[in-house]
């Protein structure tokens, strides 16, 4: 299957789109800004250490609860760090930004009677943030985040909850990720439509297009490739 047949699938048999949303509809620069550069700052002042100090220290944090609930948990590590990270996210909210074509695919989405899901592993204080900067949860008829289904979004039982919270069906279901692993846990779930979207991060960072299983991922660059 290639984009142009997906697409086809998409605005014909297609009845839930599940969506991801940091680096999928939102330009990851916000994260990769926040927590390489702002939190990394904030933890040397506070602490009295060097900036490359700091990042070392906190990228070793961040890297031992990868994968968990915990990763996105923003509360966790406000804790952990003594930081008050949802007032720090709120001080770079103007950083936060959709995609190119984001809004006008979700109203497509919606014209066109699909049921449109938000999945995601963000923590709830970060989803409110974020549709409050960008106004894009009234596109959405359901929000799921992994503190919901008890796991994230690479786990296979992820899958299992949000088809019985959501009632889709495996086979008339597209999903659209940026990360391998969470890209490679709906595959193995069975999802029949997996998209990647590439270019998480606008500025500069490559494309996500990894092989997997000596093939690529079938992603796109830009929601204008999706729109009727």
């Given at each position: 299957?290639?984009?142009?047949?997906?697409?086809?699938?998409?605005?014909?048999?297609?009845?839930?789109?599940?969506?991801?949303?940091?680096?999928?509809?939102?330009?990851?620069?916000?994260?990769?800004?926040?927590?390489?550069?702002?939190?990394?700052?904030?933890?040397?002042?506070?602490?009295?250490?060097?900036?490359?100090?700091?990042?070392?220290?906190?990228?070793?944090?961040?890297?031992?609860?990868?994968?968990?609930?915990?990763?996105?948990?923003?509360?966790?590590?406000?804790?952990?760090?003594?930081?008050?990270?949802?007032?720090?996210?709120?001080?770079?909210?103007?950083?936060?930004?959709?995609?190119?074509?984001?809004?006008?695919?979700?109203?497509?989405?919606?014209?066109?009677?699909?049921?449109?899901?938000?999945a995601t592993n963000?923590?709830?204080?970060?989803?409110?943030?974020?549709?409050?900067?960008?106004?894009?949860?009234?596109?959405?008829?359901?929000?799921?985040?992994?503190?919901?289904?008890?796991?994230?979004?690479?786990?296979?039982r992820f899958w299992?909850?949000?088809?019985?919270?959501?009632?889709?069906?495996?086979?008339?279901?597209?999903?659209?990720?940026?990360?391998?692993?969470?890209?490679?846990?709906?595959?193995?779930?069975?999802?029949?439509?997996?998209?990647?979207?590439?270019?998480?991060?606008?500025?500069?960072?490559?494309?996500?297009?990894?092989?997997?299983?000596?093939?690529?991922y079938l992603s796109?660059?830009?929601?204008?490739?999706?729109?009727?």
């Amino acid at each position: 299957m290639d984009v142009v047949e997906l697409k086809t699938a998409l605005w014909g048999k297609v009845e839930h789109v599940l969506l991801d949303m940091d680096g999928t509809l939102m330009d990851k620069y916000f994260d990769d800004y926040f927590w390489g550069h702002l939190v990394p700052e904030r933890y040397a002042e506070k602490h009295a250490m060097t900036f490359g100090r700091a990042k070392d220290l906190l990228f070793s944090k961040y890297k031992s609860v990868e994968g968990t609930l915990d990763w996105t948990d923003i509360d966790f590590w406000s804790e952990q760090l003594h930081l008050d990270i949802p007032a720090l996210k709120e001080q770079i909210r103007h950083l936060i930004e959709a995609h190119p074509h984001v809004e006008d695919f979700l109203m497509s989405l919606r014209d066109a009677g699909k049921k449109v899901i938000l999945a995601t592993n963000a923590h709830y204080k970060t989803i409110a943030i974020k549709m409050k900067k960008t106004e894009l949860g009234r596109y959405f008829d359901r929000v799921i985040a992994s503190f919901d289904m008890g796991y994230p979004k690479e786990d296979a039982r992820f899958w299992i909850n949000a088809q019985k919270t959501l009632g889709f069906d495996k086979d008339r279901t597209l999903f659209i990720d940026d990360t391998p692993e969470v890209i490679d846990s709906a595959i193995s779930y069975g999802i029949r439509y997996v998209l990647v979207k590439n270019m998480p991060n606008s500025r500069g960072h490559t494309p996500i297009n990894s092989p997997r299983g000596g093939q690529p991922y079938l992603s796109i660059d830009s929601f204008s490739e999706l729109l009727p």
